[in-house]
């Protein structure tokens, strides 16, 4: 069974920080790429940030670059989401993705993600 499980969500002051988890099983996390989308009430889901499979390039939407850094552990089957200098605006859900192509298809995996409050 294909699992995806985010902890390190919770309540945290302007400026604070918090690490996300997203522990994955069931799949071969190696041939994955992995990302962290969040949710805001009212809002679109967006995306934060991703780590490739292959080579551990990454990808910052604007709003976090300088302030997140995303991390794989392969041997764990776990990436991180360190979060820094968090704003009352990155307050949302926050799902973790994996997401691959294999041939003509494309494969999607989500969390059932977490909590992040930011309070100001």
């Known amino acids: 069974e294909v699992q995806l499980v985010e902890s390190g969500g919770g309540l945290v002051q302007a400026g604070g920080s918090l690490r996300l988890s997203c522990a994955a099983s069931?799949?071969?996390?190696?041939?994955?790429?992995i990302g962290w989308f969040r949710q805001a009430p009212g809002k679109e889901r967006e995306g934060v940030s991703c780590?490739?499979?292959?080579?551990?390039?990454?990808y910052y939407a604007d709003s976090v670059k300088g302030r997140f850094t995303i991390s794989r552990d392969n041997a764990k089957n776990t990436v991180y989401l360190q979060m820094s200098s968090l704003k009352p605006e990155d307050t949302a859900v926050y799902y973790c993705?994996?997401?691959?192509?294999?041939?003509?298809?494309?494969?999607?995996?989500w969390g059932q993600g977490t909590q992040v409050t930011v309070s100001s």
């Open positions: 069931g799949f071969t996390f190696d041939d994955y790429a």
């Open positions: 993705n994996a997401a691959r192509r294999l041939g003509g298809t494309q494969l999607d995996y």
């Open positions: 780590i490739s499979s292959s080579d551990g390039s990454t």
